[in-house]
T-cell receptor, first 117, second 117 residues
Framework: AQTVTQSQPEMSVQEAETVTLSCTYDTSENNYYLFWYKQPPSRQMILVIRQEAYKQQNATENRFSVNFQKAAKSFSLKISDSQLGDTAMYFCAFMKRPPTYNNDMRFGAGTRLTVKP | NAGVMQNPRHLVRRRGQEARLRCSPMKGHSHVYWYRQLPEEGLKFMVYLQKENIIDESGMPKERFSAEFPKEGPSILRIQQVVRGDSAAYFC???????????????FGEGSRLTVL
């Protein structure tokens, strides 16, 4: 079974600074996806960034980037130039990659990030 | 292009009543997933359905919970004889065709919050 661990229940950062959210996972699979989802107070789950395990290059989406360490099974999210609108719960998630998957996405418990003005 | 639509957004039930939650996937998506989120926790997989088929219900409680995705109409998550412990946010997600076209991303609705009095 796959498990996803987020060891930081809460974090805060000053506006415009950089913050890193940690995520580790446990799997015996070799092909999989990793995701970071954001859940603002509106509760909508919004995809922030996606990484495919077979790609060595770390994914980047504007101010969001990941540090993917496959051997260590670590997948941290770095938010640069933090903005007030980044305040939200952040969930790390894992999904097996086709063809040996069933679309069962496993989530960590989340990290509550607060960006302070 | 409407996203995943869930209704109702909020539902209040007394213990012993039935709760029905509906989910219309994004246009062109034939895969539907239900997740439950307890307060201050991550999303927990419940069930994965395709049209008229339950593919994986390994996360569904064995009693009182059922799900369907009929040929016509939305997917329904049904909870019979609700208890206080059923109070949670229930999220629906959809994805397009499975492998090899699936990128792994799930598109989430805004959730239905069930409160059991």
């Amino acid at each position: 079974a796959q498990t996803v661990t987020q060891s930081q229940p809460e974090m805060s950062v000053q506006e415009a600074e950089t913050v890193t959210l940690s995520c580790t996972y446990d799997t015996s699979e070799n092909n999989y996806y990793l995701f970071w989802y954001k859940q603002p107070p509106s509760r909508q789950m919004i995809l922030v960034i996606r990484q495919e395990a077979y790609k060595q290059q770390n994914a980047t989406e504007n101010r969001f980037s990941v540090n993917f360490q496959k051997a260590a099974k670590s997948f941290s999210l770095k938010i640069s130039d933090s903005q007030l609108g980044d305040t939200a719960m952040y969930f790390c998630a894992f999904m097996k990659r086709p063809p040996t998957y069933n679309n069962d996405m496993r989530f960590g418990a989340g990290t509550r990030l607060t960006v302070k003005p | 292009n409407a996203g995943v639509m869930q209704n109702p957004r909020h539902l209040v039930r007394r213990r012993g009543q039935e709760a029905r939650l509906r989910c219309s996937p994004m246009k062109g998506h034939s895969h539907v997933y239900w997740y439950r989120q307890l307060p201050e926790e991550g999303l927990k997989f419940m069930v994965y359905l395709q049209k008229e088929n339950i593919i994986d219900e390994s996360g569904m409680p064995k009693e009182r919970f059922s799900a369907e995705f009929p040929k016509e109409g939305p997917s329904i998550l049904r909870i019979q004889q609700v208890v206080r412990g059923d109070s949670a946010a229930y999220f629906c997600a959809s994805s397009p065709l499975a492998a090899p076209t699936n990128t792994g991303e799930l598109f989430f609705g805004e959730g239905s919050r069930l409160t059991v009095l």
